[in-house]
């Protein structure tokens, strides 16, 4: 142990600065690997349930499907449901963007799959916070938060962001035929499942809620993939959305927020509407 200490002593004051950084990097390397994701945590309310995929045939049953109402104040009903969904009776699928306040660059997005009742099915990739957690970009790139694939009705996703979070969202339809439709279900359900029985941590680099999607997707990678608020340009490049359909933003937050008020369904052709008569 003398010999260390002297050895110490003897180093130049940027060898000893060299060594200690290499050390606290070292316990940092081995702490970040040595932590492993859990389903356990006390996590927030609204992100407390995990969903649930069970195979029935072909049919996949969604279950602890978030069914919330919000106003300003916050959660005003709580429910949570089920659905039985063949992949085939995806009738259409919206690409929905939330612009981080001030920001051009990083948003958070998310997909609604509309059934074949007309019912609006949402998809959204987060952040898994526990209890007193806040949302940091910086920490999450180091094994903060676990990831989640939240499936919610949009009456609950869009009236958590147009009423109590004051948030803009715009919408963009997908352009997908029948097949791929069915297939883009297939690969996110296959996750969610996944991750029922082997959690993953969130990154905000390589597993937040836009590249998460695109690998599900089987997409190339692109900067939109980090530079989220990006995304409807890149969808557009790849034939995803009609040319010129990205600088075409129609704020959903705005042109339904008296309906979530009233608490009125949201439904495929209530969205349909909105496009249709949106300049």
């Not at 029948?178 to 991750?195: D, H, K, M, P, Q």
């Amino acid at each position: 142990m003398d010999n260390v200490i002297e050895f110490f002593q003897n180093l130049a004051l940027w060898q000893k600065l060299g060594l200690l950084t290499g050390l606290i990097f070292l316990g940092l390397t081995i702490f970040f690997t040595m932590k492993t994701p859990r389903q356990d945590r006390d996590w927030i309310e609204s992100l407390s349930l995990t969903p649930q995929v069970t195979r029935k045939g072909e049919s996949i049953e969604l279950s602890q499907i978030r069914n919330w109402r919000w106003n300003e104040e916050g959660p005003i009903a709580k429910d949570y449901d089920s659905v039985v969904i063949h992949p085939n009776d995806i009738k259409s699928v919206w690409f929905l963007l939330e612009p981080f306040e001030g920001s051009e660059w990083v948003g958070h997005t998310y997909l609604v799959f509309e059934l074949a009742d007309g019912r609006l099915l949402g998809l959204s990739v987060e952040a898994r916070r526990q209890k007193g957690q806040k949302y940091s970009a910086v920490k999450g790139v180091f094994k903060t938060y676990e990831l989640i694939y939240l499936w919610g009705w949009v009456d609950d996703l869009f009236s958590q962001r147009a009423l109590n979070l004051d948030h803009v969202q715009y919408i963009w339809p997908l352009q997908l035929d029948a097949g791929e439709r069915a297939a883009l279900f297939n690969r996110v359900i296959n996750v969610t499942e996944n991750l029922q029985s082997t959690p993953r941590f969130y990154n905000t680099l390589f597993n937040n809620c836009t590249n998460e999607l695109a690998q599900s997707a089987g997409l190339d990678w692109g900067w939109a993939h980090i530079l989220t608020a990006r995304s409807a340009p890149y969808l557009e490049k790849r034939g995803f959305l009609p040319e010129g359909a990205s600088i075409t933003q129609v704020d959903i937050s705005n042109h339904l927020e008296d309906r979530l008020r009233k608490g009125k369904p949201i439904n495929g052709d209530v969205l349909r509407e909105v496009l249709k008569t949106s300049p």
